[in-house]
C-alpha cells in the first residue's frame, strides 16, 4: 500500500527566505505526483504536477523535483512572502494501464507560515 | 463556470441522523470523487464514479453510500451519522478517469457529529 509522508508537518520562515518542503513515498511505481496548496476554509489548488519520466517542474518562484527511484519529491519556494502561508499537500497517483479511476494518495501535508 | 461546488459549507449532526452532502461541478468531467481530511492522516479516498452510473469504493468506504445519477451530480450520503465520521468532506472532479488529468477540488464540507 502506497504511504506519502511530508516532513516537516510544521515550519515558520522570516519572509524573504527560500525554503524546502519535502514528500516521500514508498511505492515507486507512480504516474505522476502532484502538489497542491490549501487555504484554511477552502478547497486545494493545485501548484504542479511531475510526470514520472520528468526530474522538475518550475511555475514561477515554485519548484519541484522528483527522484522517482529514492521515492522523494521536494517543493522549493524562492523568496517567500507572507501570501505563501497555506498548507502545501504533496499526491501521487498509481501507475495503472486500466481504467481504474484517477485516485491520489496524499501526504499529512506542511503547514508553512511566512512572517513579516 | 463555476467549477466544482459543494453544499452545505458547514453541518452539525447528531448520533444516527442521517445526511447528504451534495456535489455538482458544470465542467462536463467524467470522473468525480470524495475525499475525507482528517488531522494528521492527509486526505482519503471514499467513494469514486467513473461516468453517470458508475460508482466504486476507494479506501475508507464504510458508513457512505454514493450514487451517479447525472454527470454533474456526486452526492455523499450518511445513512447513520458516527462521531467518528466528524471530518472535512471533499468532492473533486476530473475530465476522464485516466491519471494523466488534473484534479479540481471543491471548496469542502465541515461536517461535525456529536
Known amino acids: 500500500k502506497q504511504e506519502v509522508t511530508q516532513i516537516p508537518a510544521a515550519l515558520s520562515v522570516p519572509e524573504g527566505e527560500n525554503l524546502v518542503l519535502n514528500c516521500s513515498f514508498t511505492?515507486?511505481?507512480?504516474?505522476?505526483l502532484q502538489w497542491f496548496r490549501q487555504d484554511p476554509g477552502k478547497g486545494l489548488t493545485s501548484l504542479l504536477l511531475?510526470?514520472?519520466?520528468?526530474r522538475e517542474q518550475t511555475s514561477g518562484r515554485l519548484n519541484a523535483s522528483l527522484d522517482k527511484s529514492s521515492g522523494r519529491s521536494t517543493l522549493y519556494i524562492a523568496a517567500s512572502q507572507p501570501g505563501d502561508s497555506a498548507t502545501y499537500l504533496c499526491?501521487?497517483?498509481?501507475?495503472?494501464?486500466?481504467?481504474?479511476?484517477?485516485?491520489?494518495?496524499f501526504g499529512t501535508g506542511t503547514q508553512l507560515k511566512v512572517e513579516l | 463556470n463555476a467549477g466544482v461546488t459543494q453544499t452545505p459549507k458547514f453541518q452539525v449532526l447528531k448520533t444516527g441522523q442521517s445526511m447528504t452532502l451534495q456535489c455538482a461541478q458544470d465542467?462536463?468531467?467524467?470522473?468525480m470523487s470524495w475525499y475525507r481530511q482528517d488531522p494528521g492522516m492527509g486526505l482519503r479516498l471514499i467513494h469514486y464514479s467513473v461516468g453517470a452510473g458508475i460508482t466504486d469504493q476507494g479506501e475508507v468506504p464504510n458508513g457512505y453510500n454514493v450514487s451517479r445519477s447525472t454527470t454533474e451530480d456526486f452526492p455523499l450520503r450518511l445513512l447513520s451519522a458516527a462521531p467518528s465520521q466528524t471530518s472535512v468532506y471533499f468532492c473533486?472532479?476530473?475530465?476522464?478517469?485516466?491519471?494523466?488529468?488534473?484534479?479540481?477540488f471543491g471548496p469542502g464540507t465541515r461536517l461535525t457529529v456529536l
Open positions: 465542467m462536463n468531467h467524467e470522473y
Open positions: 499526491a501521487v497517483r498509481p501507475f495503472i494501464l486500466t481504467g481504474g479511476g484517477n485516485k491520489l494518495t
Open positions: 473533486a472532479s476530473s475530465r476522464t478517469r485516466w491519471v494523466t488529468d488534473t484534479q479540481y
Open positions: 511531475i510526470q514520472s519520466s520528468q
Open positions: 511505492d515507486s511505481a507512480i504516474y505522476n
